[in-house]
């Protein structure tokens, strides 16, 4: 009897963490790559584990209300729970102007992102956050050129 009462607590736990509401944030439209800004012209930061081991770089660059992110070749993330790319102007999409990018393609390599930026936002920050669970995986500060 003991351990069904242990299973049930735990189950209870999973349940009640996986109802976390993730970020209310606009979510970004894609755009063609071939309008996309040059990522030379962007600012690039170096990924820091806020919750999951990571390594890597990643460059943003706004031009004409277009955004393009490119993540770096040697970009890792440890295996974690349904991960979302944002840039914001902070560090946490439950504050700030936050922007989801989309569901981040692979846990590993270069990728890229092209999508429609909003006016008037200074964005300063990437972020690699877990929707499911309301959580942060990792940062990047891209606030100094």
């Known amino acids: 009897m003991r351990r069904h009462h242990s299973l049930l607590a735990i189950c209870a736990l999973l349940i009640s963490c996986n109802g976390a509401n993730p970020p209310t944030a606009l979510t970004a439209a894609p755009i063609d790559p071939g309008s996309a800004p040059n990522p ?6 170096r990924w820091v584990k806020t919750g999951y081991a990571v390594s890597g770089t990643v460059a943003l660059a706004i031009a004409n209300g277009v955004g393009r992110l490119d993540f770096s070749n040697d970009f ?5 729970p349904g991960p979302v790319v944002y840039i914001n102007s902070t560090n946490n999409p439950n504050t700030g102007q936050p922007l989801r990018i989309g569901i981040l393609k692979s846990r590993q390599g270069a990728q890229t992102y092209t999508f429609q ?3 008037g936002v ?5 972020l690699v956050w877990c929707d499911p669970f309301n959580a942060a995986m990792a940062q990047a500060d891209i606030r100094t050129p």
Not at 76 to 80: D, G, H, L, Y
Request: proline fraction near 5%.
């Open 76 to 80: 890792t993330i440890a295996q974690t």
């Open 117 to 119: 930026v909003p006016s």
């Open 122 to 126: 200074t964005y300063g920050w990437v």
């Open 40 to 45: 030379a012209q962007g600012r690039t930061g």
